[in-house]
T-cell receptor, first 113, second 113 residues
Framework: AAGVIQSPRHLIKEKRETATLKCYPI?????VYWYQQGPGQDPQFLIS???????DKGSIPDRFSAQQFSDYHSELNMSSLELGDSALYFC????????????FGSGTRLTVV | GNSVTQMEGPVTLSEEAFLTINCTYT??????LFWYVQYPGEGLQLLLK?????DKGSNKGFEATYRKETTSFHLEKGSVQVSDSAVYFC????????????FGQGTRLTINP
């Protein structure tokens, strides 16, 4: 079965650089969620999109932005990277009705040096 | 707002021991409840879920019952295996379209042979 695809799997950037993370949801899933997970921490919600519109916003820094495209894939853009941005970034998708659960991608490990 | 509280870890057990990981929640209305598992270096996998009071979710020998009267969703397994070693997250979402998952802090489980 198709899963949520994230790219790249690993990314190393220097401070003040820009990074773009991509997420391809399961076909026919209309909602995408982005989470950030620091070492030894629980995933923190960043932002979500439903039918290509932002549906909710969490603790996402102003330096970050995201969008969902017409094919439902989503991109998380991170600018002026800081050391503290080093984390695992997960994307999840759902078919909207949450009773079906959320499917997570394998994540992108971002390291800022 | 909605929140999830898990028993603090880490938890270390011997193989074939009985497992309980406590999870309680605070939410308005009737949320959906989930347990996710994260193996080292991997993403979050849905372990089981329950969408209404008294529902029992089960998968791979794990069980959890949605208890509205005690606002709990404790995870249990009768006989754990070394391969169950992972981090377990309890989570909830409001039962509306495109609602984010709210996670507990996670419980690291280690099973010794």
């Amino acid at each position: 079965a198709a899963g949520v695809i994230q790219s790249p799997r690993h990314l190393i950037k220097e401070k003040r650089e820009t990074a773009t993370l991509k997420c391809y949801p399961i076909p026919r899933h209309d909602t995408v969620y982005w989470y950030q997970q620091g070492p030894g921490q629980d995933p923190q919600f960043l932002i979500s999109f439903y039918e290509k519109m932002q549906s909710d916003k969490g603790s996402i820094p102003d330096r970050f932005s995201a969008q969902q495209f017409s094919d439902y894939h989503s991109e998380l853009n991170m600018s002026s990277l800081e050391l503290g941005d080093s984390a695992l970034y997960f994307c999840a998708s759902s078919p909207g009705e949450v009773v079906y659960g959320y499917t997570f991608g394998s994540g992108t490990r971002l390291t800022v040096v | 707002g909605n929140s999830v509280t898990q028993m603090e870890g880490p938890v270390t057990l011997s193989e074939e021991a009985f497992l309980t990981i406590n999870c309680t929640y605070t939410a308005t209305g009737y949320p959906s409840l989930f347990w996710y598992v994260q193996y080292p270096g991997e993403g979050l996998q849905l372990l089981l879920k329950a969408t209404k009071a008294d529902d029992k979710g089960s998968n791979k020998g794990f069980e959890a019952t949605y208890r509205k009267e005690t606002t709990s969703f404790h995870l249990e397994k009768g006989s754990v295996q070394v391969s169950d070693s992972a981090v377990y997250f309890c989570a909830l979402s409001a039962v509306l379209r495109a609602q984010k998952l709210v996670f507990g802090q996670g419980t690291r489980l280690t099973i010794n042979p």
